[in-house]
C-alpha cells in the first residue's frame, strides 16, 4: 500500500509561485507514473500534469503549459509540481496520485491512478 501527502499549499497572490510536495510512504513509487490533479468547488477533477517512472517523459495540459512543471525524485520518494504566474483560476485543491501499472504512456484520466493524497488547498487572490 502507498500512502501520499500533499504539502506546500497556501494563499497567494495572481503572478506569484508555489511549490507542491507529495512524499510516499508505505514503499518506493520509483517504478510509478505519478499525476497531479486539481478541483475546484463544484466542478470535475482535472489533470494538471504527469511524469513517467524514470522522470524522463513529462504531459502537461495546455491550460497550464509554460507555467507547471512536474518533477521527482525517487531518491526521496518525493514528486513536486512547481507552479508559476498563479491566475485566479487557478484555485482549487491539488490531488497527487500514483499508477501502481506500467504503461506506455502518460494517462491524463483519473481512473488510471490507483493512489491518491488527501489533497492540498491552492488559493490565488486577484
Known amino acids: 500500500q502507498v500512502q501520499l501527502v500533499e504539502s506546500g499549499g497556501g494563499l497567494v497572490q495572481a503572478g506569484d509561485s508555489l511549490r507542491l510536495s507529495c512524499a510516499a510512504s508505505?514503499?518506493?513509487?520509483?517504478?510509478?507514473?505519478i499525476g497531479w490533479f486539481r478541483q475546484a468547488p463544484g466542478k470535475s477533477r482535472d489533470f494538471v500534469a504527469a511524469?513517467?517512472?524514470?522522470?524522463?517523459?513529462?504531459y502537461v495540459p495546455d491550460s497550464v503549459k509554460g507555467r507547471f512543471t512536474i518533477s521527482r525524485d525517487n531518491a526521496k520518494n518525493t514528486v513536486y509540481l512547481q507552479m508559476n504566474s498563479l491566475k485566479p483560476e487557478d484555485t482549487a485543491v491539488y490531488y497527487c496520485a500514483a499508477d501502481r501499472y506500467y504503461r506506455a504512456y502518460l494517462s491524463n484520466s483519473s481512473e488510471s491512478y490507483d493512489y491518491w493524497g488527501q489533497g492540498t488547498q491552492v488559493t490565488i487572490s486577484s
Open positions: 511524469m513517467d517512472w524514470a522522470g524522463i517523459d513529462t
Open positions: 508505505g514503499r518506493t513509487i520509483s517504478t510509478f507514473n
